[in-house]
């Protein structure tokens, strides 16, 4: 039975997973480390990632490495970005679904405003540097 297979059976809505995403070694390397998981829950977040690490190493005899997360405005952009494009949906519920659209959007944002203010930045100090010579 695959990883993905094995984490499938976990039954995360007792873990208090709204939202849960494999990514990183796991995915690829035949003997990781480690599991490397994004969770959205809407219970307390700490409580959430023990459960799921208890939960992984039952089903997959591994440690978790687990990124949880409660309100889409508090999101690590970079780390959901890279989880949802790299990265397999290993749970989701309606509420789940929802927070996913949600963050993608957010993020998406995010990356946007950043590029821009480094395009902003970048083009300020060619200016400045025409200016002054």
């Known amino acids: 039975m695959s990883l993905v297979e094995k984490l499938r059976q976990v039954d995360w809505g007792a873990v208090g997973a709204r939202l849960v995403i494999l990514h990183g070694s796991a995915l ?11 969770i959205y829950t809407d219970r307390d977040v700490e409580e959430v990632m023990l459960n799921a690490m208890e939960a992984v190493e039952n089903v997959a005899g591994l440690p978790a490495d687990v990124y949880a997360f409660g309100d889409v405005n508090e999101i690590n952009c970079v780390l959901f970005l890279q989880a949802v494009a790299n ?47």
């Open 28 to 38: 690829w390397k035949a003997s990781p480390r480690d599991i490397d998981l994004v």
């Open 87 to 133: 990265g397999v949906l290993i749970y989701n519920d309606l509420k789940g679904r929802e927070v996913l659209i949600r963050a993608i959007n957010v993020c998406n944002d995010y990356i946007i405003m950043r590029e821009k203010v480094e395009f902003t930045k970048k083009f300020v100090n060619g200016v400045l540097r025409r200016v002054t010579q």
